[in-house]
């Protein structure tokens, strides 16, 4: 990215949203759960698997938590009845960890209890660091309680991650593994692009010595060669590629092609804000797009 990329990148939450909302549509598939399972049934024809999220992470009361893990179960109907090929993403804080960590636990098993009952399986989201630890408690509590259809999220920026996977490694996990999106402090993160990704093959080595079933999140060309290396003669059914609605779909369907499980990450829903600004921040090219469109609003034209 340029200076000017970067100024403009800090400057999004300052643009019109609407503006936000016409650049990221690429990346939500919608406001309904029916527009969800549209994009579902058409990556499944591509051969793609799918995991859907319904965004609420700007919540603030108890009722609407319990709406997001209601919403969650609704997708799970829709699923079996459609016969597609998709489990869910859920952010703790959607349902309600910045409320209480109690609250968020019942809607939680609420969500995996409803999943169990269908066969299916819930992805627990990794968000910023202050909901780390307990997100990982979550994880283990669930596991600990019998759930074996849920799975968690490490950050390769972290310090912390590589003591995490030795933490997690006897519950033998299911983890999606990912750089990490949110702004974090140098003393807990890494910020230097190498060392993000020389931190996440060390993550990922690790987890598949640990037996994890690893969800190799990234659309990062050189990761991706270094997973490949790695995973070269495992069965395909034991680790899935994962990229993002709208990002990277020509090598997702290389992936394919070449026999590997991949899953794109679908999220659908009112609460679109937050989710838009981070996948924006993080394009190499939209900045300056947007920045014009912003100015042509701004002069009405
Ligand atoms: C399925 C999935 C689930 C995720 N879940 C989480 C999570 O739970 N917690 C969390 O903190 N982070 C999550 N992330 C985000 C992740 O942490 C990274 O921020 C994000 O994937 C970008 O890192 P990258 O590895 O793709 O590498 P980058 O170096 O950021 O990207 C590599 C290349 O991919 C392309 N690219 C990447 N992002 C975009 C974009 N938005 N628009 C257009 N092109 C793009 C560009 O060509 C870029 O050069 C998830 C990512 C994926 C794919």
Redo the contacts with the bound molecule.
């Keep these: 990215m340029t200076l000017l990329d970067k100024a403009i990148v800090l400057m999004l939450p300052v643009v019109p949203k609407p503006v936000v909302q016409l650049f990221s549509s690429?990346?939500i598939a919608g406001s309904t759960l029916d527009e969800a399972v549209e994009v579902v049934r058409t990556l499944n024809g591509e051969g793609k698997l799918a995991?859907v999220d319904v965004l609420g992470e700007e919540i603030t009361r108890e009722s609407e938590a319990r709406a997001i893990a209601q919403a969650y179960c609704e997708a799970f109907t829709a699923i079996e009845r459609d016969h597609l090929d998709s489990n869910v993403?859920i952010?703790p804080t959607a349902l309600g960890l910045d409320l209480s960590y109690e609250l968020c636990r019942e809607n939680l098993e609420t969500v995996v209890t409803e999943a169990a009952r269908y066969g299916n399986f819930v992805r627990i989201?990794?968000?910023?660091s202050a909901t780390t630890s307990d997100t990982l408690r979550l994880y283990r509590e669930l596991r600990e309680s019998g759930f074996d259809n849920v799975g968690v999220?490490l950050?390769a920026?972290l310090h912390r991650t590589p003591d995490d996977v030795r933490e997690l490694a006897d519950l033998e996990p299911n983890v999606?593994l990912?750089?990490?999106?949110?702004i974090e402090p140098p003393t807990i993160a890494f910020t230097g692009?190498e060392e993000v990704r020389a931190n996440?093959v060390r993550a990922l080595d690790a987890l598949l010595d640990a037996g994890a079933y690893v969800?190799i999140?990234?659309?990062?060309?050189w990761?991706i060669g270094q997973a490949l290396d790695r995973v070269e003669g495992m069965d395909t059914a034991d680790y899935e590629f994962?990229?993002?609605l709208?990002?990277?779909e020509r090598r997702a369907s290389e992936l394919v092609a070449a026999g590997h499980r991949l899953?794109?990450?679908v999220p659908f829903g009112e609460h679109w804000y937050q989710y838009s600004l981070?996948?924006?921040q993080?394009?190499?090219?939209?900045a300056g797009t947007i920045a014009k469109a912003t100015v042509n609003r701004v002069l009405g034209r």
């Design positions: 690429q990346y995991t993403s952010k989201d990794m968000e910023d999220v950050q920026y999606r990912c750089k990490g999106i949110y692009y996440y969800g999140a990234t659309h990062d060309e990761l994962q990229m993002l709208g990002v990277r899953r794109v990450y981070r996948r924006l993080e394009n190499p090219t939209m």
